[in-house]
């Protein structure tokens, strides 16, 4: 039987996972004292809605984008929660905020303007640790299908990456 993790991973797939109602009281009669599970399985209207990414320094990619259109913030929530899928922590930060960047594992911007103001902050032995993930401006990345394959083709390889340094079975 799949555990509750893998049922919410299936969820915002829009996989519905079909319980046979014996197997589901056989679950309920097994465990009756546990307690209720404060996550929420994730449906497919909420999986639409736009996500909200808080900064944290636990995060192990930062993302450096302008989403000030409704195109650019659909594609930056695709991002955030392609790597949530993947298990990789994130968070939307500002190419200023020099902390973030230093704690970060890997960056992921959008236009050149936000490389160039991170890359200022960085020193070079830092700038050659960190992954990097450089695109176009969000809305120019809209329109172009090749600008995007070669976007999640880095995002990919990135996580390749950031797994093969948290597990060394990957190796």
Excluded at 11 to 28: F, L
Excluded at 52 to 69: K, M
Excluded at 75 to 84: A, I
Aim: hydrophobic residues 55%; glycine residues 4%.
């Amino acid at each position: 039987m799949l555990d509750e993790a893998n049922l919410r991973r299936l969820a915002e797939m829009g996989i519905d996972v079909y319980v046979p109602r014996v197997a589901a009281a056989r679950a309920a009669q097994a465990a009756p004292a546990a307690a209720p599970s404060s996550a929420q399985p994730i449906s497919r209207a909420h999986a639409d809605a736009p996500v909200a990414v808080a900064p944290t320094e636990q995060a192990a990619v930062v993302l450096l984008a302008d989403t000030a259109s409704a195109s650019a913030n659909a594609l930056v929530t695709d991002v955030v929660q392609t790597l949530k899928f993947a298990r990789i922590a994130c968070a939307q930060g500002a190419a200023h905020d020099e902390a973030a960047l230093a704690a970060a594992s890997a960056l992921v911007m959008f236009g050149g303007r936000q490389a160039r103001t991170a890359g200022a902050l960085l020193s070079a032995q830092r700038q050659r640790e960190i992954g990097w993930v450089v695109s176009a401006e969000l809305p120019a990345l809209a329109g172009d299908v090749p600008a995007k394959r070669a976007l999640w083709s880095e995002l990919k390889r990135m996580m390749r990456e950031l797994a093969a340094h948290t597990d060394p079975a990957r190796r």
